[in-house]
Nanobody, 124 residues
Framework: QVQLVESGGGSVQPGGSLRLSCVAS?????MAWFRQAPGEERERVAT????????NYPDSVEGRFTISLDKAKKTLWLQMNSLKPEDTAMYYC????????????????????WGQGTQVTVSS
């Protein structure tokens, strides 16, 4: 079992920044951030393969969001810059105990463990 606890959400104006954190009970092969807005499906925001590190982002956040790890602190970060109203959602940390043919998958169904979520609201 992997326990994940997110924090760092809040309200911010468009163009602002937030940094989310996820403290894990143990590091996993793949870790990721997903988000879900009301009435929408959960979507991937960023993934990171732990060893060796490799990140991947969808086009919607590429260049604005950065996922990173502090292995010593067992903490996953998501730095979010240039936030837009459409970034408003509940953000979830997820972990998968193995890679999928060396890669970290995009699909939420392939992640074994989830945090409780932290709300991000971008509004003027």
């Amino acid at each position: 079992q992997v326990q994940l606890v997110e924090s760092g959400g809040g309200s911010v104006q468009p163009g602002g920044s937030l940094r989310l954190s996820c403290v894990a009970s143990t590091m996993s092969a793949c870790m990721a951030w997903f988000r879900q807005a009301p009435g929408e499906e959960r979507e991937r925001v960023a993934t990171i393969r732990t060893y060796p590190e490799r990140t991947n982002y969808p086009d919607s956040v590429e260049g604005r969001f950065t996922i990173s790890l502090d292995k010593a602190k067992k903490t996953l970060w998501l730095q979010m810059n240039s936030l837009k109203p459409e970034d408003t959602a509940m953000y979830y940390c997820a972990a998968r105990t193995s890679t999928f043919s060396g890669h970290c998958p995009d699909e939420q169904t392939r992640y074994n463990f989830w945090g409780q979520g932290t709300q991000v609201t971008v509004s003027s």
